[in-house]
């Protein structure tokens, strides 16, 4: 990501494997915290406001969420510097339920969510992402960046939806690219205050000045309000409403762990630190069940604030902290003055963003990667961006990649053949036995040309599944047949426990293997 120049590459640690809410073991900077997690608090506004729009929720409801869930997040979360909040995956989600049912329907979700993610954390579940495969998170992360920047361009539109022209559109985009001309290149300058908080207030200060007419952040809605009141869903405590709100539930759990972890193993790998990711199921489970009882429209991980975040500098739990309770500060306090700030500056913050989100280093990779891996890189990058489904995006390559993978291993099993001193005829196996290789398996044979002695050797080789023992008791019973025998010889360990285990409801028909010693973790 620091390949734009607007990220640069920071400096990497060994992390402990006890993350403390201030861990005294690293140096922390606590200015740059502080006002990283400023910026990271205005940035926070208009996407909550617009997430609870999106789900057709009062603004509130967005702000509220992102303040609970991101305080809970950055206290008990895996990840110091990663910011979660209201976030538009989960809007896309509850926003059906919320025209049929009303808000009383997604706050008693969230909750459900939340408990369903504690569930996850406490299995140990978040391990898991291990099997997500980097042209699925280059994928992901590549139509991730695509929604960021191309949400910027509703902001070009007047309230009516007509896209800004003449004086209005000049002056938008002006400042806009002023914006992110500072972003861009104040950090070459000095690193002692964030490019991205630098820009708003020149924004602002530029506008206050000059006087100048152009959208601020209360022309979206009145962030104005009290602090987030704690309520219990008033629905009934019934089996009708748990069928209703359960589906919804574990969509937004999934989504919202999903794009939590994608998130994490992301900062991991920029700040070239260890986050955990059973910890951070835990946290946002904690997040969601406490955003539903205060009124908040859940949420998970943002990407985009959690790299404003970490490109300005803050690697603590302290930036995240104080980004919430500046948040719940503006709502309380600050309405009047938060609600005249530019939505140019945000605008060119958001832009910057989605340049430095985008795995531009992906692109040189098209040559040298395998075809498959770049099929699953854009398919995973076309569904991101343009059905704006993350868990069904991250699941479809998954799943493409996981077929891609069992096919090129099926076609890879390969038998070399020799006969010994004995008239002996030797199949020496190179490959993984499983379902996909099962038929290629059965072909390597000539039952009727081979002698009445047949060695399988699965030096080079291993049994993986019931698919695979089938095959074995097919082949050795067809040669049975002719009156041959067959010897299977070199299974490892685990291999044996598998056929072991398979005797009660599949017979081998012979197996020989008293003098070799067995090859272990072959796979």
């Known amino acids: 990501m620091d390949s734009t120049g607007i990220f640069a590459p920071f400096p990497t640690h060994t992390p402990p494997m006890r993350i403390a809410l201030f861990d005294f ?38 702000l509220y969420a992102a303040f609970v869930v991101g305080l809970v997040a950055s206290v008990l979360g895996g990840r110091p510097g990663m910011i979660s909040g209201a976030t538009g995956a989960i809007a896309v989600v509850i926003a059906s339920l919320a025209a049929i049912e009303g808000p009383e329907y997604i706050f008693a979700t969230v909750i459900l969510a939340g408990f369903l993610q504690l569930a996850a954390g406490f299995l140990k579940l978040g391990k898991l992402m291990r099997l997500v495969p980097q042209p699925v998170i280059f994928g992901f992360v590549n139509g991730l960046a695509i929604i960021i920047g191309g949400s910027q361009l509703d902001q070009f539109k007047d309230d009516g939806g007509a896209w800004l ?114 910890r951070e199921c835990v946290a946002q489970g904690a997040a969601n069940i406490l955003s539903g009882l205060f009124s908040g429209m859940g949420g998970c991980a943002m990407i985009g604030q959690s790299l404003i975040n970490v490109s300005s500098g803050a690697r603590a739990r302290l930036s995240g902290i104080v980004a919430s309770v500046m948040l719940l500060v503006f709502i309380l306090f600050g309405a009047p003055l938060i609600e005249k700030l530019p939505m140019a500056a945000l605008t060119g913050l958001m832009i910057m963003v989605a340049i430095g ?31 704006h489904n993350l868990a069904l995006a991250v699941f479809i390559g998954v799943v493409v990649a996981a077929l891609v993978f069992a096919w090129d291993n099926a076609v890879r099993i390969r038998a070399r053949k020799r006969t010994d001193e004995k008239g002996w005829k030797h199949y ?89 010693k067995v090859v272990r973790n072959l796979s």
């Open 165 to 278: 022209t003449g004086e209005s559109l000049g002056i938008f985009a002006g400042l806009t690219l002023l914006s992110m001309v500072i972003i861009a290149f104040l950090p070459k300058l000095t690193k002692k205050v964030p490019a991205g908080l630098t820009a708003i207030v020149v924004v602002f200060a530029i506008v206050a000045g000059l006087g100048l007419d152009t959208k601020t952040v209360g022309d979206m809605a009145s962030i104005e309000g009290g602090f987030p009141p704690f309520h219990i869903p008033i629905v009934p405590f019934t089996v009708e409403t748990l069928t209703i709100i359960f589906p919804y539930a574990a969509i937004v759990a999934g989504v919202g762990l999903i794009e939590s972890l994608l998130t994490l193993n992301i900062l991991d790998e920029i700040t070239g630190t260890r986050g955990h990711g059973n």
């Open 357 to 387: 989100t985008f795995e531009w280093a992906s692109l040189r990779t098209f040559r040298r990667m395998p075809t498959s891996d770049v099929f699953i890189m854009i398919l995973v990058t076309l569904i991101t961006a343009f059905m």
């Open 428 to 516: 020496e196996l190179y490959g993984p036995l499983f379902f996909g290789s099962t038929t290629v398996f059965s072909e390597k044979f000539d039952i009727q040309g081979d002698p009445e002695h047949v060695v399988l050797d699965f030096k080079e080789s291993r049994v993986v599944d019931m698919s695979a023992i089938e095959a074995l008791n097919k082949l050795t019973a067809r040669y049975a047949e002719v009156g041959k025998t067959v010897h299977i010889r070199f299974l490892s360990e685990d291999c044996r426990a598998l056929i072991d285990k398979a005797e009660s409801i599949i017979e081998i028909n012979h197996f020989d293997d008293p003098t070799y």
């Open 25 to 62: 073991r690293q140096t922390v900077d606590y200015r740059l915290e502080v006002l990283s997690g400023l910026t990271v608090a205005m940035a926070l506004i208009p996407e909550a406001v617009a997430f609870a729009l999106i789900a057709g929720l009062s603004p509130l409801t967005g």
